[in-house]
Structures are given as structure tokens and as C-alpha cells.
């Protein structure tokens, strides 16, 4: 993440990753961890499967954050290991590619609870 605050043309990659990796991090039975899983699922959706610009991302988190969703997400899911680099040195077109291999295999890891993530994007962004 140093990468994308240290040189804006890697910046594109940015909530991706943000969104995965948290998603792959936010375990635990608390609120907190809840409420975390909830908001990088649903933005992590909203790229993966609607192609949402950076924008509607932010715009989609502040709306889920502020109303506090807690739901336990169950099952949750086993986290595969996603064979990916997240190339660096590369130029930030081969850093976006890898950045995308990785959330779209936590995606698909995260797929029981798409219909769930694509409720709350349609609530929230009224699509």
C-alpha cells in the first residue's frame, strides 16, 4: 500500500486491495469484525462483480459504515491461498493485474454471500 500513496499511477489499485485484503482479515465474532467483513464485502462486490469507479466506492463505504451492519456473514468462508504477486516493480499495469488476481479469488471465496453483498449495493447506491 506504500506503493499507491508513494506514486499516484498505482493509486487505481488501491481499494481493491484494501477491500481484499480486510475481507481476508476481518474474522472474529465482535462487532467490529462484523462490521468490517460487511463493508469490504459489499465494496469488494461492487468492483469485482458491477465494475464500480473509485468514487461510488468511497460513496458505497461511507453509506454501509454509517448505517452499521452487523450481520454475521455465515458461513465464513475458508479462505483459499490466491497464488499472486502483488507486483510492485513491475509499473502499475502489471501491479493493477495482480492486485485484481487477488480480490477477484477473495471474491470468489466470498460467493455464498454475493446475493447478500448485491442486496446492499442495490439499497445503497439504487441501482
Known amino acids: 500500500m506504500a506503493l499507491h500513496y508513494a506514486d499516484v499511477a498505482f493509486w487505481s489499485a488501491h481499494d481493491m486491495l484494501v477491500d481484499a485484503y ?4 476481518s474474522r472474529g465474532p465482535d462487532l467490529r469484525a462484523r462490521r468490517s467483513a460487511v463493508l469490504h464485502l459489499v465494496a469488494l462486490y461492487a468492483q469485482c462483480e458491477l465494475g464500480l469507479a473509485h468514487d461510488r466506492i468511497i460513496a458505497l463505504r461511507r453509506s ?26 513491475d509499473g502499475p499495469e502489471a501491479h493493477l493485474a495482480s492486485v ?28
Open 64 to 89: 454501509v459504515a454509517a448505517e452499521g451492519i452487523d450481520d454475521e456473514l455465515s458461513p465464513w468462508p475458508m479462505a483459499s491461498v490466491v497464488i499472486s504477486m502483488v507486483a510492485t516493480g
Open 22 to 25: 480486510a475481507l481476508q482479515h
Open 100 to 127: 485484481e488476481e487477488f480480490g477477484t479469488g477473495v471474491s470468489r471465496d466470498w460467493r455464498e454471500h454475493h446475493a447478500f453483498a448485491g442486496s446492499l449495493c442495490q439499497r445503497f447506491l439504487s441501482l
